[in-house]
């Protein structure tokens, strides 16, 4: 079982800043892909950025430039760094690790229990 709990969630006004964390902890014998999610009331949860175990990233087109996704491999952390924060920014925002209990095991997927991020004045 593997466990990420979320912090960084707030309220910002239009502009402003905020980082978030995720930190991963229990049976992870390798964790491949990291990456955050977000979601707002009707709608699909959708992907906002990813980075592989070798650090490629890949972000959805609404937040390139602006946000920036890092991990630190060693504290088994995702981190997104999210600047000149936008009213519809504001959503739900929910990590992803895809981990692996073993060498033998398969690739399995947890999530984040969420952190609000709001953008307003």
């Known amino acids: 079982q593997v466990q990420l709990v979320e912090s960084g969630g707030g309220l910002v006004p239009p502009g402003g800043s905020l980082r978030l964390s995720c930190a991963a902890s229990g049976s992870i014998f390798s964790i491949n892909a990291m990456g955050w999610y977000r979601q707002t009331p009707g709608k699909q949860r959708e992907l906002v950025a990813i980075i592989t175990s070798g650090g490629s990233t890949d972000y959805a087109n609404s937040v390139k430039g602006r946000f920036t996704i890092s991990r630190d491999n060693a504290k088994n952390t995702v981190y997104l760094q999210m600047n000149s924060l936008k009213p519809e920014d504001t959503a739900v925002y929910y990590c992803?690790?895809?981990?692996?209990?073993?060498?033998?095991?398969?690739?399995?997927?947890?999530w984040g229990q969420g952190t609000q991020v709001t953008v307003s004045s």
């Open positions: 992803n690790v895809d981990s692996r209990a073993s060498w033998y095991g398969k690739v399995l997927t947890y």
